[in-house]
């Protein structure tokens, strides 16, 4: 079955520092992975996808495959960063699931 | 319209009613779900609909009863709900199904249910 790691329930980080929220995958081919994040009291949402390779909000992600890893990153964290963010890898059952989430914690 | 509605937002409930969660989408998709997430924990897969038809149940207890009555609406008909059943049920929506290509999936701000 397609499935992620996130292996970091929680990271807390300072303001202005470097953000790195891991995602790790366990399958090969070329995966389409998303990264979604739900904000407090806000609907869950895509932040990106692999194939677009485009910047959301300063974040980034590059799928790497030699590592099997889909890592979002962010060069200087806002405080509005702070959310719940989850790695979704595609599906062959065309389920669409989730990582168990990482919390990220903007430290002021 | 970009956006998936649900309602109601908060829904609390006894043990022996019988009460219903809607969702409604205008962006056309042809793939609904429902999901149940608990705090602090990802949504958990329940239900898939694509056109109008259920494609997928996770196993779900029968207490909690799916319809799809047109392209726009998925229902959630709940019965006999247990206390464990509290949680926020999120309602969402996509183009079509994605499979190994994956697909985009709106959601709904859900409805916070509370089970008494």
């Known amino acids: 079955a397609q499935r992620v790691t996130q292996p970091e329930k929680l990271l807390s980080v300072f303001k202005g520092a470097p953000v790195e929220l891991k995602c790790n995958y366990s399958?090969?081919?070329?995966?389409?992975l998303f990264w979604y994040v739900q904000y407090s009291r806000q609907r869950l949402q895509l932040l990106l996808r692999h194939i677009s390779r485009e910047s959301i909000k300063g974040f980034t992600a590059d799928l790497n495959k030699g590592e099997t890893s889909f890592h979002l990153k962010k060069p200087f964290a806002q405080e509005e960063d702070s959310a719940m963010y989850y790695c979704a890898p595609p599906n062959r059952d065309d389920k669409i699931i989730f990582g168990k989430g990482t919390r990220l914690h903007i430290l002021p | 319209d970009t956006e998936v509605t649900q309602t109601p937002k908060h829904l609390v409930m006894g043990m022996t009613n019988k009460k219903s969660l809607k969702c409604e989408q205008h962006m056309g998709h042809r793939a609904m779900y429902w999901y149940k997430q608990k705090a602090k924990k990802p949504p958990e897969l329940m239900f898939v609909?694509?056109?109008?038809?259920?494609?997928i149940n996770e196993s779900v207890p029968s207490r909690f009863s799916p319809e799809c009555p047109n392209s726009s609406l998925l229902n959630l008909h709940l019965h006999a709900l247990q206390p464990e059943d509290s949680a926020l049920y999120l309602c969402a929506s996509s183009q079509d199904l994605g499979g190994l290509m994956n697909t985009e999936a709106f959601f709904g701000q859900g409805t916070r249910l509370t089970v008494v």
């Open positions: 399958y090969s081919g070329s995966p389409e």
């Open positions: 609909y694509s056109y109008e038809k259920l494609s």
